[in-house]
């Protein structure tokens, strides 16, 4: 069983960064390809950003492109989301998790508690 665990999350003004944390355990010695999504109040969950299990392949969701960077740290399975120049609308809690499919996205495991984000005018 995957267990997902964020963090790095808190309120900041907007134009501010923050770096999220993940870290996934799972079964040992496997690397997975990773994303972070978000879900808003009253909105749906929506895909970020998604990393190969190589680091090789990167995709960004167009309203984060350019402003956050998703990398691979150096222990095994463990992400981060450096999030820049942030706006009012980026306010959400964000969750990681392994993503099944370069192509469709589609996140694998059960969610973690996620962590909030929220940014201020």
């Known amino acids: 069983q995957l267990v997902l665990v964020e963090s790095g999350g808190g309120l900041v003004q907007a134009g501010g960064s923050l770096r999220l944390s993940c870290a996934v355990s799972?079964?040992?010695?496997?690397?997975?390809?990773m994303g972070w999504f978000r879900q808003a109040p009253g909105k749906e969950r929506e895909f970020v950003a998604v990393i190969s299990r190589s680091g090789s392949i990167i995709k960004y969701a167009d309203p984060v492109n350019g402003r956050f960077t998703i990398s691979r740290g150096d222990a095994k399975n463990t992400v981060y989301l450096q999030m820049n120049n942030l706006k009012p609308e980026d306010t959400a809690t964000y969750y990681c998790?392994?993503?099944?499919?370069?192509?469709?996205?589609?996140?694998?495991?059960?969610w973690g508690q996620g962590t909030q984000v929220t940014v201020s005018s």
């Open positions: 799972g079964i040992p010695g496997v690397t997975y390809t």
């Open positions: 998790n392994v993503v099944e499919n370069l192509q469709t996205l589609t996140p694998y495991a059960s």
